[in-house]
């Protein structure tokens, strides 16, 4: 492309509304189906661009050393999933899952479900809200 070659869109055009120069020549129907494909690209990452941060801030496990395995039973845990069900979920026993319970309670230094559930939802280490249903 030639420098003095452009073709824009003002944001807040509708599609199809393209305005170009190109050093005395206009442009193609390709062209402008090419840069009104590129326009509508560009609309959706700018929509999209400020989801992220939206998004609550999830705390670091790692501050409370908690590993990969206990996350995933503590988010169990916070669907409301009964100790046999995280087991069969996770492909480990119930008993492992016990143990991984116990880990967690310590780590986060509570002694029940509930409390490390919601000291977990405070700490931003799992969904601050209860699954619905």
Known sequence: MVVGDQVGRALGDRMGRLRGSRSGHGF???DLE?????????????THQHLPFRLPRLGDPA????????????????EGL???AIGSRLRITEKS?????ENIYKKLRVHDR???????????????EPPAG
Do not use: F, Q, W
């Open 28 to 30: 193609s129907d390709r």
């Open 34 to 46: 090419y840069a009104g494909l590129a326009r509508s690209l560009l609309d959706t990452v700018s």
């Open 63 to 78: 501050e409370y050393g908690i590993i990969l395995r206990e996350m995933a039973v503590l988010a169990l845990l916070s």
């Open 82 to 84: 009964t100790a046999h």
């Open 97 to 101: 899952v016990v143990k991984h319970k």
């Open 114 to 128: 509930v409390t490390a559930i919601n000291k977990a939802r405070a700490l931003g280490l799992v969904s601050p």
